[in-house]
């Protein structure tokens, strides 16, 4: 027996991302589901950190901690608040590591039925290869790129 729809939604502060949010928890909605909102943070290279013998190193690593952690509970606020507002079955997620690995690894975790991803804005990904198409090329289940 599985239980209700997971829908896994990436959630980074930008606005693309709140479009795929907002869409994603009314998907939530219309299939009685359950949502997951994912912040991924770069991982953090603790070796680089350890190896620095400059203490304005490890203070830079620390700051930039510091402001991930702020950012992620920013994001976790105004997210479950929505949620609540809007009776939506919301959990945060916030992992460290590359976002499509980590999106696709907590859609695994979830059992999710649905991945949804802002567009990206950033010229290098029409080079490179936005985070919607590498989650397409790695996932045979159904991924939702919100266009704005």
Do not use: N
Not at 17 to 34: H, M, N, Q, V
Not at 74 to 90: F, M, S, T, V
Not at 125 to 134: I, K
Request: with cysteine; hydrophobic share 45%; net charge neutral.
């Amino acid at each position: 027996m599985s239980g209700p729809t997971a829908v896994i939604v990436g959630l980074d502060g930008s606005d693309t991302s709140w479009d795929a949010f907002w869409w994603a928890c009314g998907e939530t909605k219309r299939l009685a589901g359950r949502a997951v909102a994912v912040l991924v943070s770069p991982a953090a290279d603790s070796a680089v950190v350890a190896a620095s013998a400059s203490f304005a190193a490890a203070s830079a690593y620390g700051s930039i901690a510091q402001v991930t952690s702020e950012l992620a509970e920013e994001l976790r606020q105004k997210a479950c608040r929505y949620a609540l507002d809007h009776g939506i079955d919301l959990t945060f997620v916030h992992a460290r590591g590359d976002p499509a690995h980590e999106l696709l690894r907590v859609a695994e975790a979830e059992h999710a039925d649905l991945i949804v991803v802002g567009s990206s804005t950033k010229a290098r990904h029409h080079v490179a290869g936005s985070l919607g198409r590498r989650l397409i090329g790695r996932r045979r289940a159904p991924i939702i790129v919100v266009v704005p």
